[in-house]
């Protein structure tokens, strides 16, 4: 019988010597599996870091389509109850980027029309076709000579102005050299102290050329779960007098839908003291306006709708 106890008890206890070694194997086990996936993902890092950086032209084309289309017909609590209006708005941005080891070249361009229509029926003399309430366009390249990752010696080239109204007519070309920081990979700041803003325009005496400094950033990022974000802002500060200084932002935010289509928020921010004192004297007839009596009004526009990106 005792035999018997004896036998029984270091079966037992051989049984759990077992399992507490198959325990210490599993944790063994268990760190060893990982220790080889910090590894892996490691090595998949670094090769996504080549894949990032490796050489070549990366291109793409993005924009938004908005469209309002409306008709009232005997709607007697509208004060133009028979009445017909429409907005329509496409903006389209393109760019194509060029990255190696020493240098990079950065090419970029946009285009933002916008027509609106209002057409009272019972009214024959008013105006019943599309206008031109937005219109765009603006081109750059900047060429950037590595100095470390982050910054290059740089210089830019910039044009922006309008193309279906006035083409030229006030036209902006840029020309400047300076630095730019990439602090990451989706954001470039550039800043350029010597900048020639050359202006063409039919109205010489509001409009002048000037050298100055010219500000950059720009940003363009996708933010997971099919959201992207983009902002540019635009600046140049004039050396001879600051009324000839200029900005621009723009910003959009898209929501992927399916495949290169989804819904899209455009807006766009400018101050430039020279087209509110050409607005004030040839569109609203204020012969007496100068620089110092008018008021810099924020211009600033909103498009939403439709988006794609390819």
């Known amino acids: 019988m005792k035999r018997t106890i004896l036998l029984f008890i270091a079966g037992f206890l051989s049984i759990a010597g077992v399992k507490a070694q198959s325990l210490e194997e599993l944790e063994l086990a268990k760190k060893a599996t990982k220790d080889s996936i910090s590894r892996l993902e490691s090595k998949l890092k670094n090769i996504q870091h080549k894949i990032d950086s490796f050489p070549g032209w990366e291109t793409g084309a993005s924009g938004t389509l908005g469209l309002n289309i409306s008709n009232f017909n005997n709607w007697f609590q509208k004060d133009i109850p028979n009445s017909s209006g429409g907005a329509i708005g496409v903006t389209v941005n393109v760019h194509a ?43 750059s390249s900047l060429y950037g000579r590595k100095l470390t990752q982050k910054m290059a010696a740089s210089a830019r080239v910039e044009y922006r102005s309008s193309i279906i109204d006035d083409f030229n007519d006030p036209g902006y070309l840029d020309l400047g050299i300076g630095g730019t920081w990439k602090p990451a990979k989706s954001l470039f700041c550039t800043f350029h102290p010597i900048n020639a803003n050359l202006v063409f325009a039919d109205e010489e005496s509001i409009y002048r050329s000037t050298f100055g400094a010219k500000f950059v950033a720009d940003y363009n990022t996708d933010l997971g779960g099919g959201l992207s974000l983009t902002s540019n802002f635009s600046g140049f500060l004039s050396y001879k007098n600051f009324n000839r200084s200029n900005w621009t932002w723009t910003g959009s935010v898209n929501y992927k839908l399916w495949k290169v289509v989804g819904l899209g928020i455009e807006g766009g921010l400018r101050g430039n003291k020279q087209e509110t004192l050409d607005h004030e004297i040839n569109k609203l007839g204020n012969e007496d306006a100068t620089f110092d009596t008018i008021d810099n009004k924020l211009q600033h526009y909103f498009l939403a709708g439709i988006s794609y990106k390819f």
């Open 97 to 139: 980027n060029y990255d190696e080891a020493k240098h990079y070249w950065r090419n970029a361009g946009t285009l933002n029309v916008g027509w609106v229509k209002f057409d009272d029926q019972d009214d024959p003399d008013d105006e019943n076709g599309y206008q031109v309430a937005t219109d765009i366009f603006n081109i």
